[in-house]
């Protein structure tokens, strides 16, 4: 079973930066899709940006330009995301997702707050 830790939320002002860290357990981790989520108070949670295990990336419309995904060097079990240029409406909990290769199970860290002041 993959255990997600993630770290680096807080609060900012607008046009401020923050970066989120993810670190998976190794035991029983394979190189996979990861990615972050993010849930805003009422609101659905949804995709903010994703990193394939050959290092492609997939980004929110909302995001691009601003956020990038990347992936930390060999075993490769962490996922970080930095984001630039905050507004308010990126408050949220953000959340680190992991897609386990062989069943597809998807696997969620606890959430780390991000609070965007204007």
């Known amino acids: 079973q993959v255990r997600l830790v993630e770290s680096g939320g807080g609060l900012v002002q607008a046009g401020g930066s923050l970066r989120l860290s993810c670190a998976a357990s190794t035991s029983g981790f394979t190189k996979n899709l990861m990615g972050w989520y993010r849930q805003a108070p009422g609101k659905q949670r949804e995709l903010v940006a994703e990193?394939?295990?050959?290092?492609?990336?997939?980004y929110a419309e909302s995001v691009k330009g601003r956020f990038a995904i990347s992936r930390g060097n060999a075993p490769q079990t962490t996922v970080s995301l930095q984001m630039n240029n905050l507004k308010p409406e990126d408050t949220a909990v953000y959340y680190c997702?992991?897609?386990?290769?062989?069943?597809?199970?998807?696997?969620w860290g606890q959430g780390t707050q991000v609070t965007v002041s204007s």
């Open positions: 990193i394939t295990g050959g290092g492609a990336t997939n």
């Open positions: 997702n992991y897609r386990e290769p062989a069943t597809g199970y998807d696997y």
